[in-house]
């Protein structure tokens, strides 16, 4: 029988914040942030509430066959959930030296954005993953329009790998992070 959620669910605690293995209680709030305009805008088309609920079932599927994925993200303070990180298997058929490798992605609620939320979760996800499983290469996939995310990458110790088109049209930047890199 398959385990869900882990027995030993990973919860990570930085200085404002809460990271722990999303359950179906907090579906409805990451699909919020991720159906917000400007939240969406680098993720691609607007897509329904059926494809938002695909992308967190995915994540949820990383955890379960991988052992690791995106962590829910919750101001320790006011207890609300503002956001997902981590690392996940994204399956996403790019290229040999994208594919098969663990994948960073973060994403806040607009209004959460420009306060060092995303920064300080990642380094907390990043310490978690690299303790648990090992540093070896980690990558991202970012819209190349989208430069504070491309800044956060850099500043956790990511370099670019490619540039790479998608099915859809966008231009994305694939970047890897380099075993033993501290943030």
Known sequence: MIDYPPRDRPVVVTERLELWVPDETDVDAMIAILSHPETHRFLGPMSSYADQMSRVLRNLGSWLLKGYGIFAVRHRESGTVIGNCGMFHGWRDIGADFDGKPEAGWIFAADEVGKGYATEAMRGALEWFERVH?????????????????ALARKLGFGELRTATLPDGD?????????????
């Open 134 to 150: 090992g540093s070896s290469g980690i990558v991202c996939m970012i819209d190349i329009r989208n430069a504070p995310s491309i």
């Open 171 to 183: 231009s994305v930047l694939l970047m890897e992070r380099q075993p033993g890199i501290s943030t």
